[in-house]
């Protein structure tokens, strides 16, 4: 009979979204006046369609596969060289990136749990709390982690707490670790790292010999010019970290697909027996043999994101979501909750009002005003107390959100 790997068995529950879906069907189900009212503001789905430049872009592209005479069959793993120097011009423009360092994926998510394939065991990991579910997932699932106390957090992990007090960016730890996952812009906290912050982090890393995992997922709904946008703005980053980014967000490309990780040819591992190795080659390998490539319909999509139309058009979605996020805000500071995030990011992170918890809070806002939040316990254990709401969504859905969280909480 087939083994199986145990680590999986060490896994909480559902992953976030799955179980928050769960419990929305089973609510729906039992409830259809209240499914009919419903509001999704949990996951951070995009809802506003595609920028025209993408979609003509992807039109084109499909035609160009119609026709023998510009067929493509397999793509170049890596990502296409149209769309590696459109990324390294218009995102990393005088930062010393080059365009063979950047590897096109089909999205972040993956990226960020794949990158584990190319470390070795017994890394002692940090992350945030709370934090982005996948990356502690994927580390039970490697088996970095041992089994999980009643708080659901993992033996061997090592939890950064990110509370109000230090502006949900962690304190540098005392100790050693040897890869740390960031996240800024934050999910869930919507909170964003100063430059004096990423630097405290680069400068331990370099001096510890650690690697920075950094999710830059949310950059572009940065407004603050002060705040850094890329790792690599910092001196020194690309001797010690990988910067994940995605089209999702920007792009509204969550079902699309595509996203890029960017591997520094100067960040070094070290193996089994002390010596040192580029950790660039080991990624490309990685993606040539487990991937094939995000479709070239998509990359040429993604290229439009730079192009003026699409520029415009991008930044018009975003100015979008950012005016839902003032109005989430707003609603919530009205009430007299703590409210933070939603500023320079898509996510708006909220006090529970006094005598609830975070599961209490997403029942509430679910059976009495049908609205999907994320609880914010489900993010790790220093989430309780909070809940996040998604500043994606229409306009009009966004005010009726308003209202109803007025209505149930005022
Ligand atoms: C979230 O809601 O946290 C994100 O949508 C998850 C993701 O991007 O995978």
Redo the contacts with the bound molecule.
């Keep these: 009979m087939a083994t199986i790997n145990d680590n999986y068995l060490k896994l909480k529950a559902g992953y ?2 799955p179980e928050i879906a769960r419990r929305v069907k089973a609510f729906t189900e039992a409830n259809p006046e209240g499914a009919a009212r419903l509001i999704r503001c ?4 995009v809802t506003e369609p595609l920028p025209e430049a993408c979609r003509k872009a992807m039109h084109d592209a499909v035609d160009e596969l119609g026709d023998s005479s510009t067929f493509r069959g397999y793509g170049p793993e890596q990502g296409y060289d149209f769309l590696r120097d459109a990324i390294v011009e218009n995102q990393y423009g005088g930062l010393g990136i080059s365009a063979d360092e950047v590897f096109v994926s089909d ?3 993956c990226d960020t749990g794949n990158i584990l394939d190319i470390f070795g065991k017994g890394n002692k990991i940090a992350i945030t709390d709370p934090v ?3 990356y502690v997932d994927t580390n039970v699932m490697v088996g970095n982690t041992g089994e999980a106390d009643e708080s659901g957090a993992y033996e061997g992990l090592v939890y950064l707490p990110c509370t109000a007090e230090n502006n949900f960016v962690p304190t540098i730890p005392a100790e050693d670790v040897d890869l740390v996952y960031l996240c800024y812009p934050n ?2 906290t919507g909170a964003t790292a100063t430059r004096e912050q990423l630097k405290e982090w680069v400068a331990y890393a370099k001096e510890r010999n650690a690697i920075i995992l950094y999710d830059a ?1 949310y950059e572009a709904f940065v407004q603050d010019d002060s705040v850094p946008k890329s790792i690599y703005e910092i001196e020194g980053a690309k001797d010690c970290a990988i910067e994940f980014r ?1 089209f ?2 920007n792009g509204g490309f ?1 079902g699309v697909r595509c996203a890029y990780t960017v591997v520094p040819k100067t960040i070094m591992g070290t193996d089994a027996k002390g010596d040192s190795h580029p950790l660039h080659p080991l990624w490309s390998r990685r993606h040539s043999t487990k991937f094939n490539g995000a479709s070239y319909p998509v990359q040429r999509g993604a290229a439009a994101v730079f192009s003026p139309e699409g520029k415009a058009q991008v930044s018009a979605l975003i100015k979008g979501y950012m005016e839902n996020a003032a109005l989430l805000r707003e609603t919530c500071e009205k009430l007299g909750l703590p409210v933070y995030g939603g500023e320079n990011a898509p ?1 708006v992170w909220v006090g529970c009002p006094e005598g609830i918890d975070s599961w209490g809070m997403f029942d509430q806002m679910l059976e009495k005003a049908n609205v999907v939040i ?1 609880p914010g316990s489900g ?1 790790g254990a220093a989430g309780e107390g909070y809940f ?1 709401i ?1 500043a ?1 969504n229409s306009r009009d859905n966004v005010e009726e959100v308003c209202r109803r969280i007025t209505e149930n909480l005022g």
Excluded: C, E, H
């Design positions: 976030l979204f949990g996951i951070g789905d999205g972040s998510k982005y579910p996948v999910n869930p997922a995605s999702s967000k969550t996510y994320t993010f996040r998604s994606f």
